[in-house]
């Protein structure tokens, strides 16, 4: 069992090249020879440039979920993937995934978006999503984390923190 990740793909059609360098990395991580039911992806985050985007962007990122083999999909919320609303709810770029329909289309696949313990394998993997903070001050809302989280060892520790 391989547990592989891969961050930051931000699919776009922002520059002349974008789309095409999105199908040749979606190419890629079809092709790889890690794409195999017995192995588990976690996907980093910030899958799209944008929160809201065109339907050829959307077919990228169907061409993607659909490409993958993998026994178990997680996809950790980034900066770009989130949007509040005019009510100030966030909005995910990935929202879809929760419906019924593609809840059976993606049966393996979860989204991540708070910190959360998986265990993989028998293997302890701390998810520390993007986090949406509404203060005006640039702190960590990690430094505040639960001692349920910062008391344990773990395998493996994925994370999505903007640089901004």
Do not use: C
Not at 121 to 129: D, I, Q, R, S, W
């Amino acid at each position: 069992m391989a547990l592989v990740t891969i961050g930051d793909l931000h699919l776009n059609e922002d520059r002349e090249w974008s789309l095409a360098v999105g199908e040749k990395v979606l190419e890629y991580i079809a092709t790889s020879p890690y794409n195999k039911e017995e192995n588990t992806l976690i996907l980093l985050g910030d899958l799209t440039e944008k929160q809201f985007f065109s339907g050829l962007i959307y077919d990228q990122l169907m061409q993607l979920f659909h490409s993958l083999k993998y026994k178990k999909v997680y996809i950790l919320k980034g900066n770009h993937d989130e949007k509040k609303n005019v009510n100030g709810k966030v909005t995910l770029t990935y929202h879809f995934l929760k419906n019924k329909r593609n809840q059976k289309a993606f049966p393996n696949f979860e989204v991540i978006e708070q910190p959360t313990v998986k265990d993989i394998e028998g293997n302890k993997v701390l998810f520390l999503p993007h986090l949406t903070t509404t203060d005006t001050q640039n702190n960590s809302l990690y430094e505040k984390r639960p001692s349920e989280l910062s008391d344990q060892e773990y395998f493996l520790t994925v994370t999505h923190i903007a640089d901004t």
